[in-house]
């Protein structure tokens, strides 16, 4: 599947872009727990760049969450509509996700980013736009701690220490294998921060990250070289917007 170049709703400057994030921040919903870990499908969404080609590639893999069998997947492939500005990720990679995950069967029951939800700047990271956009409870999973402060956790897996920002807690950082890097995880929308703990930790019965987010990675990479092969004419780059 391929999107347009630049979809027709993506901002053309950082204010614009701040004013979006803003305006859909008033819809999140953070008040219900959310689908319970074992039961159901949970999706998994991520990305790849290949700049020099001007792609993007996204993939949704989706899992039966008891056995994390893989049960269906979604990709698709276009142009980059938005440089890369911190804090504005959404609008880099969410044309390319909602592509990939309209190419599913039906909907997951849960979605898990890689990447950040409320603990963002504006408290509106990749994962809550995403959920807003879509209705769905989706939870972010980091790699890296972004700019909150956390104590280490314990040693063991499952142990967990809260994200701070300005002393109110925005996410945790969950070990997820005993004397591993946690991980760090935050509210998207429609799901309680221990709710997306719990689901962090079923996701995670041998690897670091969840296998969510590491089918969703294999896939997107895949078909992001698969696409820069068949790719010719000439390569673009995405000039920063005014504002930046």
């Not at 919903?29 to 996204?58: I, S």
């Not at 849960?110 to 963002?120: E, I, K, N, S």
């Not at 698969?226 to 920063?240: H, I, K, M, N, Q």
Request: net charge negative.
């Amino acid at each position: 599947m391929t999107f347009p170049l630049t979809p027709p709703d993506t901002p053309a400057t950082v204010e614009e872009a701040r004013a979006v994030q803003n305006a859909l921040r008033g819809r999140l919903v953070l008040g219900e727990v959310g689908p319970e870990p074992g039961f159901g499908t949970v999706a998994g969404v991520d990305v790849a760049y290949d700049d020099a080609a001007d792609l993007v590639a996204a993939a949704a893999v989706v899992l039966d969450a008891e056995t994390l069998e893989v049960v269906a997947e979604g990709t698709a492939v276009g142009r980059v509509a938005f440089p890369y500005v911190p804090g504005l990720l959404a609008f880099r990679e969410i044309p390319a996700v909602l592509a990939a995950l309209e190419a599913l069967p039906e909907p997951p029951g849960l979605v898990v980013c890689d990447g950040y939800g409320v603990a963002h700047p504006r408290r509106f990271g990749l994962a809550s736009h995403f959920g807003v956009l879509t209705g769905l409870p989706t939870i972010g999973v980091g790699k890296n701690p972004f700019a909150f402060r956390h104590e280490e956790p314990g040693a063991g897996r499952g142990a967990t220490a809260p994200l701070l920002a300005e002393g109110e807690e925005v996410g945790r950082a969950v070990r997820t294998r005993a004397g591993v890097k946690p991980v760090f995880v935050s509210v998207g929308h429609r799901v309680s921060l221990g709710n997306a703990v719990a689901h962090t930790l079923a996701l995670t019965p041998a690897h670091r990250l969840p296998e969510t987010t590491r089918r969703a990675d294999a896939l997107c990479r895949r078909v992001l070289r698969e696409a820069a092969t068949l790719t010719d004419g000439p390569r673009r780059t995405v000039p920063p917007p005014p504002g930046t």
